[in-house]
């Protein structure tokens, strides 16, 4: 079993419409969580760290659920600028070898 | 220009021979990394620095040398190439120690060994 699952996606959707995707982690010590975001071709980059009691930027909103070991990305109104593939970063420790990449999952918004 | 810079953006390269790929930030970040990333299977870590005479494997270092020439400079070296190492390699800085505020991350170099 893999440390952090991502179903691959591909999640086709609508613009406007809301999608959600989660992620799952293996360590139940996982101390810190964060979605990153890459556009085909090009590097990650950081969309939101997720807090334990969830957090909100804009039309995304992060969740987690400690208990059942996983986290959450929601997105609502989406936009045709959110096609992207969505990575899910899990820290299990201090050591920079504990950061954790899930393989990502494909979000395509069409018109 | 970019933050973290990393040169070349492609390189095709045959069997046996040895490359480099270099990376350089203007972020004034004390910790790098090289990850490679292969398709369905996430960023792997390669390589990790923090600091000029700190240089820590990763997951996957087998295969693979880097050098930490100044605080800006991190490169990572192929000694002899070989097809399985084909792959899309990503140099990334991070200035927190629980990396709350996250990593940022060079364009990639796309390398193909043959």
């Known amino acids: 079993r893999k440390e952090v699952e991502q179903d691959p996606g591909p999640f086709n959707v609508p613009e406007g419409a809301t999608v959600a995707f989660n992620c799952t982690y293996s360590?139940?010590?996982?101390?810190?969580f964060f979605w990153y975001r890459q556009d085909c071709r090009k590097e990650p980059k950081l969309l939101m760290s997720?807090?334990?009691s969830g957090n909100e930027d804009g039309r995304f909103t992060a969740q987690l659920n400690r208990a059942s070991q996983y986290i959450s990305l929601l997105i609502r109104d989406s936009k045709l600028s959110d096609s992207a593939t969505y990575l899910c970063?899990?820290?299990?420790?201090?050591?920079?070898?504990?950061?954790?990449f899930g393989s990502g999952t494909r979000l395509s918004i069409r018109p | 220009d970019a933050d973290v810079t990393q040169t070349p953006r492609n390189r095709i390269t045959k069997t046996g021979k040895r490359i480099m790929l270099e990376c350089s930030q203007t972020?004034?970040?004390?910790?790098m990394y090289w990850y490679r990333q292969d398709p369905g299977l996430g960023l792997r870590l390669i390589y990790y620095?923090?600091?000029?005479?700190?240089?820590n494997k990763g997951e996957i270092s087998d295969g693979y040398s880097v050098s930490r020439q100044a605080q800006a400079k991190f490169s990572l070296s192929l000694e002899s190439a070989i097809p399985n190492q084909t792959a899309l390699y990503f140099c990334?800085?991070?200035?927190?120690?629980?990396?709350?505020?996250?990593?940022?991350f060079g364009s990639g170099t796309r390398l193909t060994v043959v």
């Open positions: 970063v899990v820290n299990k420790g201090s050591s920079a070898s504990k950061i954790i």
């Open positions: 972020k004034g970040h004390d910790r």
């Open positions: 990334a800085t991070s200035d927190s120690p629980d990396r709350s505020r996250g990593y940022t």
């Open positions: 620095s923090f600091d000029v005479k700190d240089i």
């Open positions: 360590n139940s010590a996982s101390q810190s």
């Open positions: 997720v807090y334990s």
